[in-house]
């Protein structure tokens, strides 16, 4: 759609017939605010897909218990309170699609099997149609890869650079969708009926409930898949075993379990792609990094990602940087730059519960909400002081930004187990903070 807006009509090639069954339901404001710019807000109210106000952390007890309401900034950057969405992916994703349909690009059912090459640069894709199981060539001056987990190119290999395993590879997720739960009855923002919820158990094991309309509601057990294995249980027996055991709200929440979705699993979800952008293609989304689901950003980075390339693309095609050897190079700085706002965030979660609770209450409350909007890019003030605090404390401060200079942006990421000076981070079993060391409540 954005690319429409820049006059270029795409063709959007897609693999299954949607609608289709998809996890990635609650939005930050950011993320919000992309449907907003879209002109998409009135179909989002008509088509009642539960507003948010906010996410709420339940800790291990009610004073570990924390709520970050979803903002938005103004023209002069003052911060006021929004409401972003909740959404059934089949039903979002097929909106999507049809809309951007009826504003000008071109749908292809078919499986890109290959990438056309000539000059150095990719040229288009070989297409498995899905009507007639045949094989077509589609030129394009600049391929998008947006095959999400599946990661297209960079599992082709060749053509981006390296894909690492990312901090969090060592986790699954498993999921269904539930009824007849116990949800909050409004009254406050914070206690507003359709926000998220999260439940956190111990470090890396913690619990979603994401209302998606009146009844249903998309919960998710995210654990080391460690202890995944160590239980021997079916998926469905450690989910519905799980939504009893994870979390005391969790279990009060849902007295009568009664589940209306397969139960999914997705282990091994955090990589990155080095180098995802060059001549002819640009990975989009989770086609080139995703880190932790725990706070709701993978949405809001694959829509803004397709916002800000759109009049890059445009300036490509009118001619602008044909020459350079990467084209995007600028783009993928941008991007990289902003998705390692998050990386540290979520990390600086994950390690140092204590501090970041400190800093959402007290120290940099602002900062912690525009980060939680997904508000992560240069020109939305990062690195902001709460940013750089936190990369004191997990001892990254300068070596963000030497990265950032080094013409070998992409040696091995710093947030990978697998860079050599932090896999003993990572893998040592330090003691473990909990929330019951959190500040509570302001
Ligand atoms: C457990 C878990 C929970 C999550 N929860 C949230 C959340 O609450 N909020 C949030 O914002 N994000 C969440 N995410 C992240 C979110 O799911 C993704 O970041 C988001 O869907 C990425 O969008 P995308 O467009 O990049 O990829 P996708 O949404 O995965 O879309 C990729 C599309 O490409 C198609 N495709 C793939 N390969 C090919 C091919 N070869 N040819 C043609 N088509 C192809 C696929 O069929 C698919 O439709 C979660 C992720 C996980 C793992």
């Given amino acids: 759609m954005f690319l429409v807006r820049e006059g270029i009509k795409p063709i959007i090639v897609e693999a299954e017939s949607f609608p289709r ?12 605010k992309v449907l907003r710019d879209l002109g998409l807000a009135d179909q989002m109210y008509k088509r009642k897909h539960p507003t948010k106000q906010g996410v709420k952390v339940y800790g291990q007890s009610a004073k570990g218990t924390w709520f970050v309401p979803v903002t938005g900034r103004d023209e002069n950057w003052k911060l006021f309170e929004w409401d972003t969405w909740q959404v059934r992916r089949s039903d979002f994703d097929k909106m999507m699609l049809e809309e951007a349909v009826s504003r000008g690009a071109t749908p292809i059912q078919g499986k890109a099997v290959k990438p056309l090459k000539g000059n150095g ?17 589609i030129e394009s001056q600049v391929l998008l890869d947006c095959s999400g987990q599946a990661t297209w190119l960079a599992n082709l290999g060749g053509f981006t650079g390296p894909k690492y395993l990312g901090a969090y590879d060592k986790q699954i997720a498993i999921f269904s969708q539930v009824v007849n739960t116990i949800r909050d009855n409004g009254g406050t923002r914070e206690t507003h009926k359709d926000n998220t919820l999260i439940f956190y158990q111990k470090k890396y094991h913690w619990g979603w409930f994401i209302p998606l309309d009146e009844e249903v509601v ?19 027996d450690f989910y519905i075993r799980e939504l009893r055991e994870l979390h005391p709200e969790l279990s009060r929440r849902i007295p009568e379990i ?13 990589y990155q792609v080095n180098g995802f952008c060059g001549k002819g293609f640009i990975c989009i989304g989770d086609a080139h990094r995703f880190i932790d689901p725990i706070f709701s950003f993978g949405l809001t980075v694959t829509m803004r990602e397709g916002q800000f390339v759109a009049p890059i693309i445009r300036r490509y095609l009118e001619g602008a940087n044909r020459d350079k050897p990467n084209p995007f190079a600028d783009h993928q700085l941008f991007c990289e730059m902003g998705i390692d706002v998050l990386e540290d965030v979520l990390d600086s979660f994950w390690e ?24 992560i890019y240069a020109h939305e003030r990062q690195p902001t002081p709460a940013l750089l605090s936190f990369r004191k404390l997990l001892n990254r401060e300068g070596e963000r930004e030497q990265s950032y200079k080094s013409s070998d942006l992409y040696s091995i990421p710093i947030g990978s187990r697998y860079h050599p000076e932090r896999a003993a981070i990572w893998e040592v079993n330090s003691p473990v903070e909990t929330t019951e060391t959190w500040m509570g409540p302001r």
């Fill in 218 to 236: 998309s919960v998710g057990i995210v654990c080391p898949s460690a202890y995944f294995l160590d239980k021997k249980e079916s998926k469905r």
């Fill in 21 to 32: 069954y998809h996890i990635g339901e609650s939005m930050t404001g950011a993320g919000g």
């Fill in 352 to 375: 140092h519960p204590l501090s970041f609770a400190h800093c959402v209450y007290s120290r940099y409350t602002e900062y912690m909400t525009d980060m939680f909007a997904g508000r």
């Fill in 258 to 270: 009664k589940l209306v979705e397969d139960v999914h699993v997705i282990p091994n979800y955090s």
């Fill in 121 to 137: 640069s990719i040229t288009g894709a070989q297409i498995r149609m899905a009507d007639s199981d045949k094989l077509e060539d």
